[in-house]
């Protein structure tokens, strides 16, 4: 009776020990290792360099920081420069594509962030939140999914150049790094091997309050949902009163569902007062522990 008891227990914590090896390698608890604090100052570096419009100075820098972050992650930073005629004449764009260098096949979901800010003449326009807060968790997302290879191999990072419009949104003014990079991927018919996306935009206030867009991905909206239920934050994720022109409408038209994870509710939107004290690690690391816990649990099984 005692070996037999003693056999039992033993398989026991065999078959622990191996539900645990699963857990561990199928990154299941991947959504605890995000860190808003580390989003948290890939912003304040970002803010930093001041306003970061389309070809201006600080936008270099800015290029260059990401890259540097992204590559001391492990990930490979491709370029995808194109000039566009805009209101205020021939700009020229850079993307940042980034893929996990050590994959072994294609990347089959997007993870998208604008790094742009909106041009003013007459203001100082930071863009803490709008377009700053969006690209930090797109950082600690690198650094996160990184120590998970396999899930790290089925994603593409892209971090768009001019979401602003010049003078407001059109089919020619606004969004142009996505609309270019949709572009080339229906070109290129590289558009299926993507099964969705996620965009975010100003996901750092401190009152956090992210409203989807009514027509988001129904699925996706679930997945998200789900997450956020899991880990005691649904109170932060709701719809919006309507559609929402963003980095996602020119993917989503290109066949690639994806779903924008934008707090639209934001007093200090386009105004000189969108700075980091408007900003809480605490919501960055509500939005990308839920994007996490999403992307592990459902959007790449």
Known sequence: MRLRLLVLVTCALIAACHDNDREASSGAKIWEEFSGENAWRHVQALVDFG????????????????????????????????????PHGSIAFVNLLATFAAAKSAPVFLLCSHYDTKTFD???????????SSSGVLLELARVLASQPELAAKVQLVFFDGEEAY????????????????????????????????????????SLRLTLPTDS????????????E??????????????????HTPLNAAG?????L???????????????????????????????????????K
């Open 262 to 300: 934008i707090d639209f509710d934001y007093p200090p939107w386009h105004t000189p007062a969108d700075t980091m004290d408007k900003l809480s690690a605490e919501s960055l690391g509500i939005v990308g522990s839920v994007a996490t816990r999403y992307l592990a649990e459902t959007a790449l």
């Open 122 to 132: 007459a203001v100082r326009f930071v863009g803490a939140n709008d377009g700053g």
């Open 51 to 86: 306003p970061r419009p389309p070809a201006s100075p600080a936008i270099k820098q800015s290029r260059a920081y990401i890259t540097q972050q992204l590559e001391s992650f492990g990930w490979r930073v491709t370029r995808q420069a194109f000039t566009n005629d805009t």
């Open 256 to 260: 690639i569902a994806t779903i924008d």
């Open 167 to 206: 003078v407001s949104f059109t089919e020619t003014d606004g969004l142009y790094g996505s609309r270019y990079f949709a572009k080339q991927l229906s070109v290129g018919g590289k558009a299926k091997q993507f099964r969705g996306g996620i965009v975010f935009d100003m996901v750092g206030d401190k």
């Open 230 to 247: 899991a880990l005691n934050v649904r109170e932060h994720f709701s719809y919006g009163n309507g559609t929402i022109t963003d980095d």
């Open 217 to 228: 991905p129904a699925e996706m909206t679930r997945g998200i949902f789900a997450a956020a």
